[in-house]
C-alpha cells in the first residue's frame, strides 16, 4: 500500500550544487503535483502535471524544472541549488483534474543548501 | 482567486476537551474545501472535505467540520482531544480559477494536546 513515495527523504547540498528529487505514485491517478513547505508559509505549489506528457508552474517555479516521465513518475531538478530553496518538499497526486478530488501526499523530502 | 485564512497558528487543548481550530475562506463561487492533517516527518493526510452534499462534514478520527456560507468558515471540530491528536493541521480551498484543481492551503494550526 504504498501511495506516493518520494526520494530521497533527506539530502544536503552545497550552493550550486543540482539535484534531483523523485517521485512516484501507484495509484493510477492522472494528475500530480510538487510543492514546498517552509515554516509559517503553509504549503506553496511549485510544478504540477495535470496529465501524462504536460506540466505547467505554479505559485513558485523559479530555480526549478520538473519532468512527467509517465503516468507514475513526476521529478523535481534543482540546476543550480540556493540557500533560499532549503525546505521540506512534497510531491501529491489525485485522481483527476476534478476541483473536489483530494491530494495524496509523499511523505516528504528534507532539503538542505549549504 | 480562492484563499483561506486559518486564525491561530498554535492552539492548546487538554486531553478531552474540545478541539476548534479555524478556517475562514475568500471565493467568489462555491467553494471546495478540505482538511488535512501533519504528523510530525509525516506527509499530508486527508481528514474530509466539503463539496456541497452536505454542510456538516464528518472525517476521520472523530473530526467534523461545519460550512457556514454566511460566514465564509469552515472551522475543524472535535469534541474530546486524544493525545494523538497533536499534529497540524491545514485548510485548502480547491482554485478554479485555472480550469484545473489547485490547492490554497492556510498557514497552519499546530494543535497541542496536554495530558
Known amino acids: 500500500n504504498a501511495g506516493v513515495t518520494q526520494t530521497p527523504k533527506f539530502q544536503v547540498l552545497k550552493t550550486g550544487q543540482s539535484m534531483t528529487l523523485q517521485c512516484a505514485q501507484d495509484?493510477?491517478?492522472?494528475?500530480m503535483y510538487w510543492y514546498r513547505q517552509d515554516p509559517g508559509m503553509g504549503l506553496r505549489l511549485i510544478y504540477y502535471?495535470?496529465?501524462?506528457?504536460?506540466?505547467d508552474k505554479g505559485e513558485v517555479p523559479n530555480g526549478y524544472n520538473v519532468s512527467r516521465l509517465n503516468k507514475r513518475e513526476f521529478s523535481l531538478r534543482l540546476e543550480s541549488a540556493a540557500p533560499s530553496q532549503t525546505s521540506v518538499y512534497f510531491c501529491?497526486?489525485?485522481?483527476?483534474?476534478?476541483?473536489?478530488?483530494?491530494?495524496?501526499f509523499g511523505d516528504g523530502t528534507r532539503l538542505s543548501i549549504l | 482567486a480562492q484563499s483561506v485564512t486559518q486564525l491561530g497558528s498554535h492552539v492548546s487543548v487538554s486531553e478531552g476537551a474540545l478541539v476548534l481550530l479555524r478556517c475562514n475562506y475568500s471565493?467568489?463561487?462555491?467553494?471546495?474545501l478540505f482538511w488535512y492533517v501533519q504528523y510530525p516527518n509525516q506527509g499530508l493526510q486527508l481528514l474530509l472535505k466539503?463539496?456541497?452534499?452536505?454542510?456538516l462534514v464528518k472525517g476521520i478520527n472523530g473530526f467534523e467540520a461545519e460550512f457556514k456560507k454566511s460566514e465564509t468558515s469552515f472551522h475543524l471540530t472535535k469534541p474530546s482531544a486524544h493525545m494523538s491528536d497533536a499534529a497540524e493541521y491545514f485548510c485548502?480551498?480547491?482554485?478554479?480559477?485555472?480550469?484545473?484543481?489547485?490547492?490554497?492551503f492556510g498557514t497552519g494550526t499546530r494543535l497541542l494536546v496536554s495530558p
Open positions: 501529491a497526486s489525485s485522481e483527476d483534474r476534478g476541483f473536489n478530488q483530494p491530494q495524496h
Open positions: 495509484m493510477n491517478h492522472n494528475s
Open positions: 502535471s495535470a496529465s501524462e506528457g504536460t506540466t
Open positions: 471565493s467568489s463561487v462555491p467553494p471546495y
Open positions: 466539503y463539496t456541497s452534499a452536505a454542510t
Open positions: 485548502a480551498v480547491s482554485d478554479r480559477g485555472t480550469g484545473f484543481q489547485k490547492l490554497v
